[in-house]
T-cell receptor, first 114, second 111 residues
Framework: SQTIHQWPATLVQPVGSPLSLECTVEGTSNPNLYWYRQAAGRGLQLLFYSVGIGQISSEVPQNLSASRPQDRQFILSSKKLLLSDSGFYLC?????????????FGPGTRLTVL | LAKTTQPISMDSYEGQEVNITCSHNNIATNDYITWYQQFPSQGPRFIIQGYKTKVTNEVASLFIPADRKSSTLSLPRVSLSDTAVYYCLVGAYNQGGKLIFGQGTELSVKP
């Protein structure tokens, strides 16, 4: 069966510090991968998605970046965090089967920028 | 990607049937309708997906009229554990697999 891992579960970082959140998927190959952010407890904002290694599409201009160095690894990064980067970050994957775009979400990372 | 509109919040009592309606007037021919459930501090979880008419699984039913401009998620006999945010999404794989989550409907089930 497929599983998705995210770490860390919680993170407290000062403004201006760097960020690296990692997501890995097991039990599937060539998944579509996604990073979302959820602020104020409602509404998920799609940040990045990837359909293959090295292929990243950005949905929202910001100080965040994403990379996909391996087929089942997706990394969210920032060189300098802002207060507005606080939120709940979720990684997700989908199999990409035509007509079935079900996404499976990881446990999330709660980021607090102080 | 078709935009969706759903109520911000709904209240219900245990044992009642809950129907949450979603409007998607600009749905495209190859779009599917998908509903997700999210509990606090967890990622959303797939509930049900459909293209037209009615779909039923062990958790819910999804009703889609012929014009597909709306859909209704039906939760039979809700319990306290059904308190969550429910999202309606419309999209297709050929749009890069993207899904756009709206604000969702916050369902509160009371004893």
């Amino acid at each position: 069966s497929q599983t998705i891992h995210q770490w860390p579960a919680t993170l407290v970082q000062p403004v201006g510090s760097p960020l690296s959140l990692e997501c890995t998927v097991e039990g599937t190959s060539n998944p579509n991968l996604y990073w979302y952010r959820q602020a104020a407890g409602r509404g998920l904002q799609l940040l990045f998605y990837s359909v293959g290694i090295g292929q990243i599409s950005s949905e929202v201009p910001q100080n965040l970046s994403a990379s996909r160095p391996q087929d089942r690894q997706f990394i969210l990064s920032s060189k300098k965090l802002l207060l507005s980067d606080s939120g709940f970050y979720l990684c997700a994957w989908s199999g990409g089967v035509a007509g079935n775009n079900e996404q499976f979400f990881g446990p999330g990372t709660r980021l607090t920028v102080l | 990607l078709a935009k969706t509109t759903q109520p911000i919040s709904m209240d219900s009592y245990e044992g009642q049937e809950v129907n949450i309606t979603c409007s998607h007037n600009n749905i495209a021919t190859n779009d599917y309708i998908t509903w997700y459930q999210q509990f606090p501090s967890q990622g959303p979880r797939f509930i049900i997906q459909g293209y037209k008419t009615k779909v039923t699984n062990e958790v819910a039913s999804l009703f889609i009229p012929a014009d597909r401009k709306s859909s209704t998620l039906s939760l039979p006999r809700v319990s306290l554990s059904d308190t969550a945010v429910y999202y309606c999404l419309v999209g297709a794989y050929n749009q890069g697999g993207k899904l756009i989550f709206g604000q969702g409907t916050e369902l509160s089930v009371k004893p």
